[in-house]
């Protein structure tokens, strides 16, 4: 059982930028893959971006150049650099770990969420 805690949200302004960070109970060596997802009110919960073992990385379309997933492996710990934010990208953000298999994740751990509100 993977246990995994965000932290890093809050309020920013448009335009502003904001670091996520996600901690595991346990090595991300032995993770195949971790990401990030976002749910806003009333949307499904969609991918933002996810990284691989081996440091291969996918973003989701909505947030294509605006973010960056990174990991310390020293500190068992997965980053999600937000910067540009738009109102829009205002949502719970979650951390997950699960495995890649070449098409698509599969996410088997989530965490509790942390809230990004983009607003003036």
């Known amino acids: 059982q993977v246990q995994l805690v965000e932290s890093g949200g809050g309020l920013v302004q448009p335009g502003g930028s904001l670091r996520l960070s996600c901690a595991a109970s346990?090595?991300?060596?032995?993770?195949?893959?971790m990401g990030w997802a976002r749910q806003a009110p009333g949307k499904e919960r969609d991918l933002v971006a996810g990284?691989?073992?081996?440091?291969?990385?996918r973003y989701g379309d909505s947030v294509q150049g605006r973010v960056t997933i990174s990991r310390d492996s020293a500190k068992n710990t997965v980053y999600l650099q937000l910067n540009s934010l738009k109102p829009e990208d205002t949502a719970v953000y979650y951390c997950?770990?699960?495995?890649?298999?070449?098409?698509?994740?599969?996410?088997?751990?989530w965490g509790q969420g942390t809230q990004v509100t983009v607003s003036s």
């Open positions: 990284i691989t073992h081996s440091g291969s990385t």
């Open positions: 346990e090595s991300i060596f032995s993770i195949n893959a």
């Open positions: 997950s770990a699960g495995t890649w298999n070449g098409y698509s994740y599969r996410w088997n751990y």
